[in-house]
């Protein structure tokens, strides 16, 4: 079934009640001008105070249905809109964050906030759409029971004047969008460049940044512009064709009215509604392109949420298994595909990532809580300690934009923390000291082989790198070229006969 | 430690409107002509078709229908295209003072003190220049010109019916304080809603993109449950505070309601008396309450558009705020002599923490120095300050005996650790160092660096379009990229803060030679990482906890047996 079809379905009860009474708030609205009339028929004209009291009571009780009837219906309707959004951003935000599915594209955020959103305006829409269809049918009514003619105009002639204007309706969606790819290309260029700040400033670059950014502001301009143009004519056709509508019943009334067929108190009641009608008229004009953006906008959900996910990683590892050892290994070319081949979702082995990735919270909130002792124990290994005792406030210190404002190495060797805190059965780290320097990579490479390989330790840790200090501490090291084994040994063994390796690993 | 950007005041915000409009008065008195015009035209028909119900209450012939058919017909075309005119006019007045607010914003924001920026965070600064800015263009596009034409159409009906009779007009208006009081109940209670609204947004969208950022992290320790569980709390609270607004705002719609009733009521009434005491005729009191009627629609459509117009104003706030960020001018001062000289800096990001303690050192021209020291020591800091990033809580960092920041942009340039490349062709990536460079410089850069070969082997050679989104490039060929800006750039000081361990030891070496062809002839620090970099540097400072620890070449400090001989032979060592 399709996004729209489910929200409807799993939405229906608050959508019904929602679609009739926002139809009888618009049924009320309708009769609001019907009400004018008839005042001015029957109580202003003869002067009848009695009348007066009388209907201005109608028109009273008229409100109050119709007020309570928006304010229950759009409450309703509200609770929908907002339930369905928040269910689609769930479902997106879990589809992105499942291990088996990759998901790689950089505007998850838009199909999360605009997107869900305008899916689930389709809840609101339809009752509008209905609410309109009412007002439209009750104004119709209305002018029947004065003169059927009149009555006919408005049924024959909405619906010819809304296809009429229908058929203007891709050329505004052409030109809207694109006014809204080229704000997008604008946006997403002062993103770029703010976000590449630091390297820009490096070079004394940033006001040929500013020039570029100018030029498809300016770009962005001109695409707003000529939509707006259209959507000017736009409006003035539809303007003057409702208004020529709605005084063409009018006058055709007032003819009515002259030659005696209708009464002075029923032309006002005519004027009243064709002015009326405008707005039910506005909400059935629009309403195609509402349901094109809320049905765009959910095919591009259903794209996401549709991806199948990925089967296991492919069989082929060159590596012969791994048990309570410290094994090193260094790959030629591609060691990110060797790591790849680990990260099989077995929940006995971690693959701590190579970039160091912090969220926001406090330094202890990122090493995911341990016990105290292992915690001094991990920091010490990782020589994350010292970035600890750098703050103040210490494991409490709070990280703020991904980390922004540690170092490289302080970041990585926090990260490391983490990984060794997780104590897997297997660890698979992927050059975990490239941001620290000689002297503290030794001291990593010893807290390792000390926090994991003690005696009687069965806990087995990987080792891809080409960091001679990380490579030194290991049992043995395995070379991988081309995705085939060519040589295992110990570091020392494989430094002292093998040209290749050392020229690998040795700087 | 975060301090937000600023946020312009409304009256910050007021004066920059009333300026902007100042600048373009001739469109704006243009649009507000035909915006009248339109509403005018609007407001005939209703007047005249009441003065047809006198003629049918007198019994005049039907002839006197054909003036009134002409003008309500002619009216009517004119107004549909003055309506067409002023959505269109109103639009462009306000894109086009939105474009010039986004340059100026974009403008500020890539000119700010990077002190500045690591404060606020640069989440911060990337709503605003992209958030924001679509929020109030989409604002400008289509929210304000149905508001302004509500706007006036509301004018001119009141006009009208005091054109009618200045009675009636009174009774008319005898709605306007039940209109007030309803706005005067609803804004103030929802301003702090609406606000708290968009402040869980913002947290929400916050985790979300941390979660995308961090999804490796996040699956390789299996935190998808307590991310997504997160997301939900966050995308609750934010929906509670939508629904929770809405509420209150069929509330006051229920005294908008209110005050419709009254006011056509009023009409109704008023005209009951006026008619029976001979002061205005029954058509005039139709055409009145027509009239008002024929209101409940735009101030509606002003009402349902508040929530946008109100996110539109606090965005319009936050761009304007960012204008009234003080920006470094300039410099523009040349250079005669190549030389780099830090006196007695110190440097602390935070007060409780000094970073560096009194650090001095001099690169002559020409001549190559590392800077050496464990992770944590303060060499991005020095890198920084002497590459004129960072200002020097004291001390001085001159280069030719200029300050740094007194000098022309380019004139000393820093390679930092961040890498980025910069969305669209790599060539246009290179062209951000020297704009509309030839081809053949750019190809000449690149040969320095040894990235022509993979950069022509693209799929579409050097216009391939790369960034997010693009084709995507390793980590060392970014970093190859990065220098081949340098060398199109071309600055007689250069200061290398690059990341070349990250690409593994073969890569490293081979950056290695890119960053020394790159900086060949250049007075040059550079932060050694790797210390085979430091060994072929003319000279060697070794910085530790903020202070300079040792100086001298390398056969020297080798020989010295401190704390340069212990990091060396900690790199050298195989066993």
Not at chain 1, 269 to 292: D, Q, Y
Not at chain 2, 112 to 128: M, N, Q, S
Not at chain 2, 514 to 521: R, V
Request: include cysteine; aromatic fraction near 4%.
């Amino acid at each position: 079934m399709s996004l729209l079809g489910r929200a409807l379905l799993r939405n229906r009860g608050r959508v019904t009640s929602g679609i009739l009474l926002i139809g009888l708030h618009q049924g009320c609205e309708a009769l609001v001008p019907i009400g004018i009339g008839v005042i001015v028929d029957r109580a202003v004209a003869p002067g009848h105070l009695g009348r007066l009291v009388l209907w201005i009571g109608v028109l009273a009780a008229l409100f109050l249905v119709l007020t309570v009837a928006y304010r229950t219906g759009a409450r309703q309707l509200m609770r929908a809109v907002a339930d369905e959004a928040h269910r689609l951003r769930l479902e997106v935000a879990a589809k992105v964050l499942d291990p088996r599915t990759e998901v790689r594209t950089g505007d998850v955020l838009t199909l999360s906030t605009t997107d869900a959103d305008t899916t689930s305006y389709l809840l609101d829409y339809l009752p509008r759409l209905s609410g309109a269809l009412v007002a439209t049918a009750i104004s119709a009514a209305g002018l029947c029971l004065i003169s059927v003619p009149l009555g006919l105009v408005v049924l024959v002639g909405t619906p010819l004047v809304l296809v009429a204007l229908q058929r203007a309706a891709p050329r505004i969606t052409g030109r809207v969008a694109a006014r809204q790819e080229a704000a997008g290309r604008a946006a997403s260029l002062a993103t770029d460049l703010v976000t590449g700040l630091r390297p820009l400033r490096g070079i004394g670059a940033q006001d040929a940044a500013a020039r570029r950014y100018r030029d498809v502001s300016r770009e962005s301009l001109d695409a707003t512009l000529r939509a707006a143009r259209t959507v000017g004519w736009f409006q003035a056709a539809s303007d003057t064709v409702s208004t020529l509508l709605a005084c063409g019943i009018a006058i055709l009334a007032g003819w009515f009215a002259l030659s005696g067929r209708i009464s002075a108190g029923e032309l006002v009641t005519v004027i009243g509604l064709a002015a009326f009608l405008g707005e039910p008229f506005a909400t059935l004009s629009a309403a195609p392109g509402w349901f094109a953006s809320s049905r765009a906008s959910a095919e591009r959900i259903e794209a996401v949420l549709g991806l199948s996910p990925a089967g296991p990683p492919p069989a082929g590892n060159p590596l012969p298994p791994i048990a309570g050892e410290c094994v090193g290994v260094v790959v030629e070319p591609d060691a990110a595909a060797l790591v790849a081949l680990f990260d099989d979702g077995s929940p006995d082995v971690l693959v701590a990532p190579h970039l160091p990735e912090l969220f926001s919270g406090t330094i202890r909130d990122n090493l995911l809580e341990a016990a105290a002792d292992d915690l001094r124990g991990a920091l010490r290994a990782s020589a994350a300690d010292d970035v600890v005792a750098a703050h103040p406030d210490g494991l409490d210190h709070a990280i703020a934009d991904r980390g922004a404002a540690l170092s490289g190495g302080q970041r990585q060797r926090l990260a490391l923390a983490r990984a060794l805190l997780a104590r897997p059965r297997l660890l698979v780290l992927h050059e975990p000291t490239t941001a620290v320097d000689a002297v503290t990579e030794h001291v990593i490479a010893r807290g390792i082989r000390d926090l994991r390989h003690g005696p009687g330790s069965t806990l087995g840790t990987l080792l891809i790198t080409t960091s001679p200090a990380l490579l030194a501490v290991t049992d043995r090291v395995v070379v991988v070229r081309d995705g085939e084994v060519v040589a295992t040994g110990t570091h020392a063994s494989l430094a002292a006969t093998d040209d290749t390796y050392r020229t690998a690993v040795l700087r | 430690m975060t301090l937000a950007l600023p946020i312009a005041t409304p009256r910050q915000t007021w004066i920059w409107l009333c300026s902007q409009l100042r600048v373009h008065r001739l469109d704006a008195a243009f649009t507000v002509a035909t915006g009248l015009g339109a509403a005018a035209a609007s407001v005939v028909p209703v007047t005249a078709l009441g003065l047809l119900v006198d003629l049918v209450r007198d019994g005049a012939a039907s002839t006197a229908l054909v003036p009134i058919g002409l003008l309500v017909a002619g009216i009517a075309l004119l107004g549909g295209i003055a309506a067409g005119a002023t959505t269109t006019l109103v639009s462009r007045l306000g894109e086009r003072i939105l474009a010039n607010l986004r340059e100026q914003t974009v403008g500020v924001a890539l000119r700010l003190p990077a002190t500045t920026l690591d404060r606020a965070g640069r989440g911060d600064l990337l709503a605003r220049v992209g958030a924001d800015v679509a929020a109030v263009g989409a604002a400008a596009a289509e929210v304000l010109p149905t508001v302004i034409s509500a706007l006036f159409l509301a004018l001119l009906s009141v006009i009208a019916m005091f054109g009618l009779d200045w009675r009636l007009g009174l009774a008319g208006v005898a709605a306007m304080p039940a209109y007030l009081v309803a706005l005067r109940w609803y804004l103030p209670r929802s301003a702090p809603i609406y606000a708290a609204e968009r402040a869980a947004v913002g947290v929400r969208s916050q985790l979300l993109v941390e979660s995308l950022q961090g999804v490796r992290t996040v699956h390789a320790y299996r935190l998808e449950s307590r991310h997504l569980s997160a997301i939900d709390d966050a995308s609750a609270r934010a929906r509670d505070f939508s629904v929770g607004v809405f509420a209150l705002f069929t509330r006051f719609v229920g005294r908008i309601n209110r005050a419709e009733l009254l006011g056509l009521s009023a009409i109704l009434v008023a005209g009951f008396w006026y008619v029976r005491s001979g002061w205005v005729t029954v058509g005039e009191t139709a055409a009145a309450a027509v009239l008002f009627h024929r209101l409940f629609s735009p101030v509606s459509m002003i009402l349902f558009t508040f929530d946008e117009i109100q996110a539109a104003g606090a965005g319009l706030a936050r761009l304007v705020g960012v204008g009234t960020l003080p920006v470094a001018p300039a410099g523009a001062r040349e250079i005669t002599s190549a030389d780099l000289t830090l006196r007695a800096v110190t440097f602390g990001y935070e007060e409780r923490v000094p970073v560096l303690c009194g650090i001095s050192l001099r690169v002559a021209p020409g001549e190559r120095v590392a800077l050496v020291g464990s992770t944590g020591a303060g060499k991005t800091t020095v890198a920084s300050i002497a590459a004129g990033i960072l200002r020097p809580l004291s001390g001085t960092a001159t280069a030719g005996g200029v300050p740094v920041d007194q000098l022309a942009p380019g004139t000393v340039a820093i390679v930092s650790q961040e890498t980025h490349v910069f969305a669209g062709p790599l060539i246009e990536d290179l062209r951000l160092a020297r704009p509309a460079a030839p081809v053949e410089a750019v190809e000449a850069a690149l040969e320095r660096v040894g990235a022509l070969d993979w950069a022509r082997a693209l799929p579409g050679g050097l216009a391939t379009v790369v960034g997010e989104g693009g084709h995507p490039l390793t980590a060392a060929q970014a970093q190859q990229l990065a220098l081949a800006r340098l060398v199109l750039l071309d600055p007689a000081i250069a200061v290398l803060d690059e990341a070349t361990a990250e690409a593994g030891s073969v890569g490293a070496r081979e950056l290695e030679e890119s960053a020394l062809a790159a900086t060949k002839g250049r007075t040059t620090l550079l932060v050694a990482h790797r210390l085979t970099q430091a060994a072929g540097a003319d000279r060697i400072v070794v910085l530790e906890h903020g202070v300079v620890l040792e100086e001298g070449t390398h056969g020297d400090l080798v020989a010295a047996g401190g704390r340069y001989a212990t990091l060396w032979s900690a790199w050298q060592s195989r066993r």
